[in-house]
């Protein structure tokens, strides 16, 4: 394996879990240089995450597409460190503080195959190509998507199927509380 906290590590490991071996997790260092480096999936997430931005619903109705892109980039460095400041609470109340910074290793890396899967399942949509298929494709994404968050959080932090679920719900309600600002944001004339 390449060095602690390097890109093709991070890539590895993800890869693992993604295919569910929790024995990913054991690429991670515990420490929080593991935990910060982790934040270059981020970096390597974004043109991904514009593009799916770019072409996904709700795309065209942007009312100044400069503001609407100044929002996205705004809710998507939001998104990647509010979790990672919200979650350690919850680590700690859960007595898996010292497995926290493994975990957020883990979380961001694995987000890099949560969007390359998003990308790739929503692309009938993005070419113009509707129907139930396309639907079908995007919400396999996003139930797998939702697994692998799941699965992370079980295997890192080491805790239940429902606390593991915790984790999720607070991602999933970080990015609804962004997406809804970043409409208000994108609409404003």
């Known amino acids: 394996m390449p060095p ?7 890539i590895a490991a993800s890869l693992m879990l993604a295919r569910g071996r929790a024995v990913g997790v054991q690429a991670f260092v515990p420490s929080m240089d593991e935990a910060r480096a982790s934040f270059r999936a981020a970096a390597i997430c974004l043109p991904l995450f514009l593009l799916l931005r770019a072409f996904g ?6 009312v100044d597409p400069a503001r609407a892109l100044f929002a996205d980039i705004l809710a998507y460095v939001c998104s990647w460190a509010g979790f990672a400041v ?6 700690e109340a859960m007595g898996r503080r010292a497995l926290w910074p493994r975990f ?21 949509a993005m070419l113009g190509l509707g129907g139930i298929v396309a639907d079908l494709l995007g919400l396999v994404g996003l139930a797998y998507a939702l697994w692998l968050q799941w ?24 990015a609804v509380f962004l997406s809804g600002l970043v409409i208000r944001m994108a609409a404003l004339g």
């Open 86 to 91: 919200a979650s350690l609470p919850m680590a």
């Open 57 to 62: 619903p709700g795309a065209a109705a942007a």
């Open 104 to 124: 957020i290793a883990a979380w961001n890396w694995s987000n890099l195959v949560q969007y390359i899967v998003l990308a790739v399942l929503t692309l009938p």
């Open 151 to 174: 699965f992370v959080a079980r295997a890192a932090l080491m805790v239940s199927g429902l606390r593991a679920i915790a984790f999720v719900l607070l991602d999933f309600g970080i």
């Open 4 to 10: 602690p906290g390097s890109v093709a590590r991070g």
